[in-house]
């Protein structure tokens, strides 16, 4: 599936911003997929993904009560839903794909065969 990422700009620490992922084709609601976050210098981090209903979701701790993903499959599209934003929270974000069982959520790079583009999102201080 061919993934595209959107929505990243500059906000205020405190603000909030909402990232779009969009997927194409008619097979995409079996896909897991995943959000992942990159800074200059560093390996890319899971942020969080959801299942391919859209049931289950993983976090990383770093964005719990913060983040929050939700998937329209009817638009296929996932989004990631970003409150309460920090500096630390500046990065390159991704979203990733891997056709999966039901129940399964990759939380590492390895785990997602198909990634979009990535979105600069910008928190400052």
């Known amino acids: 599936v061919q993934l595209q990422a959107s929505g990243g700009g500059l906000v205020q620490a405190g603000g909030s911003l909402r990232l779009s992922c969009t997927g194409s084709?008619?097979?995409?609601?079996?896909?897991?997929v995943g959000w992942f976050r990159q800074t200059r210098g560093k390996d890319r981090e899971f942020v969080g993904g959801?299942?391919?209903?859209?049931?289950?979701?993983d976090y990383v701790d770093a964005v719990k009560g913060r983040f929050t993903i939700s998937r329209d499959n009817a638009k296929n599209t996932v989004y990631l839903q970003m409150d309460s934003l920090k500096p630390e929270d500046t990065a390159v974000y991704y979203c990733a794909g891997k056709r999966a069982i039901l129940s399964h959520v990759p939380t590492t790079e390895g785990g997602y065969t198909d990634w979009g583009q990535g979105t600069l999102v910008t928190v400052s201080s």
């Open positions: 084709g008619s097979t995409f609601s079996s896909y897991a």
């Open positions: 959801v299942n391919r209903a859209g049931r289950i979701f």
